[in-house]
């Protein structure tokens, strides 16, 4: 059986972090953490604009993250119990073709009087079948979980927008900008494709710059290395 349509339109996703699952530790949210209380660093940070659109960048992608997998898994349950909208029809020359939407289904088909009964039956029955899906989906909470999932990406890709136009005020802003771009716009981490390596290696600067300014505690045991995952590639972190 022939398949016309094998490239069905995906879920929303929040680019490719959301697929690879888990976060890394952010070289930004490393500074924030660590900054101790009182000192003017943290009274810094805390006014910095900057670091602010940073914590809520880092707060609704990571609700989009857990909203994705939620659709995800519930997206598995109903493909096993509806399965994918589609309609299986046979064409005039005794082949068979599976389609999974209607548009792809009029291509195939196409307009021609003599495949008319043929035609409105094939799009009846997908009708059907994407009844069937879209109830279960409501149902199971699925089509809620794309919705939020879509509203918190959207707010998600706003806040890096702004990110282009809110001054930083202290390192740690300027770190968690670089941070938000190196997440977002990476095709894969460690990318060796410019412009990455270069942005990598200006943050492992800033760090090393900022580095004497922290407590003494502020790169040690397992975020150090989490730190060095991140700079990968060419980059060297700070000793």
Same mark, same amino acid.
């Given at each position: 059986?022939?398949?016309?349509?094998?490239? +069905?339109?995906? *879920?929303?996703?929040?680019?490719?972090?959301?697929?690879?699952?888990?976060? %890394?530790?952010?070289?930004?949210? %490393?500074?924030?953490?660590?900054?101790? *209380? $009182?000192?003017?660093?943290?009274?810094? +940070?805390?006014?910095?604009?900057?670091?602010?659109? #940073?914590?809520? #960048?880092? +707060?609704?992608?990571?609700?989009?993250?857990?909203?994705?997998?939620? /659709? /995800?898994?519930?997206?598995?349950?109903?493909?096993?119990?509806?399965?994918?909208?589609?309609?299986?029809?046979?064409?005039?020359?005794?082949?068979?073709?599976?389609?999974?939407?209607?548009?792809?289904?009029?291509?195939?088909? $196409?307009?021609?009087?003599?495949?008319?009964?043929?035609?409105?039956?094939?799009?009846?029955?997908?009708?059907?079948?994407?009844?069937? #899906?879209?109830? @279960?989906? =409501? =149902?199971? !909470?699925?089509?809620?979980?794309?919705?939020?999932?879509? =509203? @918190?990406?959207?707010?998600?890709?706003?806040?890096?927008?702004?990110?282009?136009?809110? *001054?930083?005020?202290?390192?740690? $802003?300027?770190? !968690?900008?670089?941070?938000?771009?190196?997440?977002?716009? =990476?095709?894969?981490?460690?990318?060796?494709?410019?412009?990455?390596?270069?942005?990598?290696?200006?943050?492992?600067?800033?760090?090393? %710059?900022?580095?004497?300014?922290? *407590?003494? /505690?502020?790169?040690?045991?397992? /975020?150090?290395?989490?730190?060095?995952?991140? #700079?990968?590639? $060419?980059?060297?972190?700070?000793?």
């Amino acid at each position: 059986m022939a398949d016309s349509d094998n490239t +069905m339109t995906l *879920p929303f996703v929040t680019r490719r972090q959301v697929l690879t699952g888990g976060m %890394i530790t952010s070289t930004a949210l %490393i500074l924030e953490k660590n900054a101790l *209380p $009182g000192n003017v660093a943290a009274t810094s +940070m805390l006014s910095d604009p900057a670091m602010a659109l #940073w914590r809520e #960048w880092e +707060m609704t992608r990571g609700s989009a993250e857990r909203h994705c997998r939620r /659709q /995800q898994r519930l997206e598995t349950k109903l493909v096993e119990s509806v399965g994918f909208p589609r309609v299986t029809v046979r064409l005039p020359n005794g082949e068979d073709v599976t389609v999974h939407s209607i548009e792809t289904l009029n291509e195939v088909l $196409g307009k021609g009087p003599d495949i008319a009964a043929l035609r409105e039956k094939a799009q009846a029955d997908f009708a059907a079948h994407q009844a069937r #899906w879209d109830a @279960a989906a =409501e =149902e199971g !909470g699925y089509t809620a979980a794309l919705r939020a999932e879509r =509203e @918190a990406g959207e707010r998600a890709e706003d806040l890096l927008e702004a990110f282009s136009t809110t *001054p930083a005020t202290t390192l740690a $802003g300027v770190a !968690g900008k670089l941070d938000a771009l190196l997440r977002e716009g =990476e095709a894969c981490e460690e990318c060796r494709e410019f412009p990455w390596p270069q942005i990598r290696s200006a943050l492992s600067d800033l760090m090393r %710059i900022a580095d004497p300014m922290m *407590p003494e /505690q502020f790169f040690h045991g397992k /975020q150090r290395s989490k730190v060095r995952r991140r #700079w990968a590639g $060419g980059c060297s972190a700070p000793n």
